[in-house]
């Protein structure tokens, strides 16, 4: 039954590969994803769908009711692309300079488009599905956005389900991980001020740059002397802006984190510690630090039940050999997480995109998606969405 699956979304195939690519080379950032969502629109709409826009200014639902069963399942898909000017190479490269599919977001698209489509046309199950296409991922907030929007009180879910493809891991090959598997972050900003003077006159101003470095410093000992070192975590600096001429010391400077834990105490921990040293270390040098929380997504946790599920419908599609459970978390992070804090009963998975030799990771310029990807995940969501609602 699941290897018929299999051969009925591939006769599609091809068509589903151009559609990808159409969506590739035409990218667009979060939030203003109007051509992709008009598309999505479009070929739900095409296939029987109930259509809903307007989530998130762009986010896209689609359901479909067969039957009398009153189970819910609710699958997402991100939908946005990264700043990035592609050097890819390929055929289909992005035609917008500085925007680019460079997340595999327009897979994930396209895979659960052709998802819905043999759903749509097969109607083999009985029950709810609500298809969510979701902008804003790369900002990491567009799924929350989606939620306040009234996401779960309009399509409410009893279990839901999202997935990535992975360089580095083998191609068409899932990936599975109970509890937390990715990583919260959050982007912090700390506004340094001073007192500006002249470079030759330091003794008439106080420096922020110095200050800066000196909390640059400091910020160090917070993994290393008070995260436990059983558990995961990261403090980031990766912007400090302050000045641009050599004579002068400056009245302030800008400093740009990314903090990130597996664990939403540690989570707490760090922000805690990050906000009373900065503050304390800013004033040992007679300065001022405002600390601004830019944005932030919880640790994304799979729930148990719906991971044994997705991992048991993948043994049945794909077999066992190519199902790999107990995958070691990552410390990248997904708004999904927010998602998953609302229905607990979720599971986030992985699809290997590919570890030939030279692969090029997400979020590199030369990377692209992998097509031979587009028929297992399909198959995948078209599979666990008949099991459910069986």
Known sequence: ?????????????????????????????GFD?????????????????????GLAKTGVVGTLKVGNSDKRIGIRADI?????????????????????HGCGHDGHTTILLCAAKYLAQTRNFDGTLHVIFQPAEELLYGGK???????????????????????????GEFYFK??????SSDTIHIEVSGIGAHGAMPDKGIDATIVACYIGTALQSIVSRNVSPSQAAVVTIGSIQSGDAPNVVNASA??????RALNNEV?????????????????????????????????????????????????????????????????????????????PNGCYMMIGNGDEPGFCNVHNPGYDFNDN???PAAAYWAAITERYLR
């Not at 109970?178 to 990583?183: D, H, I, V």
């Not at 405002?290 to 048991?312: C, Q, R, Y």
């Open 145 to 171: 956005v989606m939620i306040d929007d009234g996401l779960f009180e309009l399509f409410p879910c009893d279990i839901i389900f999202g997935i990535h493809n992975m360089p580095g891991l083998k191609a």
């Open 373 to 375: 990807c587009i028929v």
């Open 80 to 100: 946005d692309a990264l700043p990035i000017v592609e050097t890819s190479g390929k055929p289909w490269t992005s035609k917008i300079q500085g925007k680019f």
């Open 254 to 259: 800008l400093m740009k984190l990314s903090v």
């Open 178 to 183: 109970e509890g937390a598997m990715m990583a």
């Open 267 to 343: 989570r707490e921990l760090l922000l805690n510690r990050i906000k009373a040293l900065v503050i304390a270390q800013a004033e040992s040098f007679g300065a001022k630090a405002v600390i601004t929380h830019v944005n932030g997504s919880p640790v994304l946790v799979n729930g148990k039940e719906a991971t044994d599920f997705a991992i048991e419908v993948a043994k049945e599609l794909v077999g066992a050999n190519k199902v790999h459970v107990n995958t070691p978390p990552l410390m990248g992070s997904e708004d999904f997480a927010f998602m998953l804090e609302k229905i």
């Open 33 to 53: 994803e109007k051509n992709t969502s008009d598309l999505v629109a479009q070929k739900l709409s095409q296939w029987g769908y109930e259509v809903h826009r």
């Open 1 to 29: 039954m699941m290897k018929n699956i299999i051969e009925a979304i591939k006769i599609s195939e091809n068509d589903f590969i151009n559609i990808r690519h159409q969506i590739h080379q035409h990218p667009e950032l």
